[in-house]
């Protein structure tokens, strides 16, 4: 059975920094580009970033570009999202999720399979 | 920035047919994926590559695309189906999701 579990968030004050991981098991998880997407509590969704399955090709997001940094480490199943400057707006649930196999055909851009989220919480 | 439609809420009977449109002037030229939310879970895929149903997926739940409108169809809604849904695609730079709609089956 396949499992995705993010780890990581928490209550930060604006401006600080925040890592969340994601641990992947169940598949060959460097045959799959992965994702991370968020959603305010309530509201609804929006992607952030994604990576490649060999690294290969990283994108982000207009709302999160500068201030956000994917990464990956195909010997732990892990991705990683590293975020910093955050603003009261960044506040929602992280959500981390497999994409298809490739990031560079329109074929390859959907979310198969997703963790149950962490909450990230920017507050004073 | 790119965006697409869907309407805020369905509403059907048990048994009937919902539609699940969702509207952006790219649709045409790319894939439009569906995803399945009920309360305190996270999404879950119901259709990718605009008509595809991953395993796992009744199949009653279906996916077409026409023009510049794609519509997310479920046949003989059942009260488990009350969720939101949200369709998704990628517009060659940026990945871009409806507001989502909530479907009712009473």
């Known amino acids: 059975e396949v499992e995705v579990v993010e780890s990581g968030g928490g209550l930060v004050q604006p401006g600080r920094s925040l890592r969340l991981s994601c641990v992947v098991s169940?598949?060959?998880?460097?045959?799959?580009?992965m994702h991370w997407v968020r959603q305010v509590p309530g509201k609804g969704l929006e992607w952030v970033s994604g990576i490649g399955s060999k690294n290969d090709h990283i994108a982000y997001a207009e709302s999160v570009k500068g201030r956000v940094t994917i990464s990956r480490d195909n010997a732990k199943n892990s991705i990683f999202l590293q975020m910093n400057s955050l603003r009261l707006e960044d506040t929602a649930f992280y959500y981390c999720a497999r994409g298809g196999q490739l990031m560079l055909l329109a074929a390859d851009w959907y979310f198969a399979l997703w963790g149950r989220g962490a909450l990230v919480t920017v507050s004073s | 920035s790119y965006e697409v439609t869907q309407p805020p809420s369905v509403s059907v009977s048990p048994g009937q047919t919902a539609s699940i449109t969702c509207s952006g002037d790219?649709?045409?030229?790319?894939?439009t994926c569906w995803y399945q939310q009920k309360p305190g879970q996270s999404p879950i895929l119901v259709i990718y590559?605009?008509?595809r149903r991953p395993s796992g997926i009744p199949e009653r739940f279906s996916g077409s695309s026409a023009g510049n409108t794609a519509t997310l169809t479920i046949s003989g809604a059942q009260t488990l189906d009350e969720a939101d849904y949200y369709c998704?695609?990628?517009?060659?730079?940026?990945?871009?999701f409806g507001g989502g709609t909530r479907l009712n089956v009473l």
């Open positions: 169940g598949l060959t998880f460097s045959d799959y580009a």
């Open positions: 790219r649709l045409g030229d790319t894939y």
């Open positions: 590559q605009s008509t």
């Open positions: 998704q695609a990628w517009d060659g730079s940026s990945v871009v």
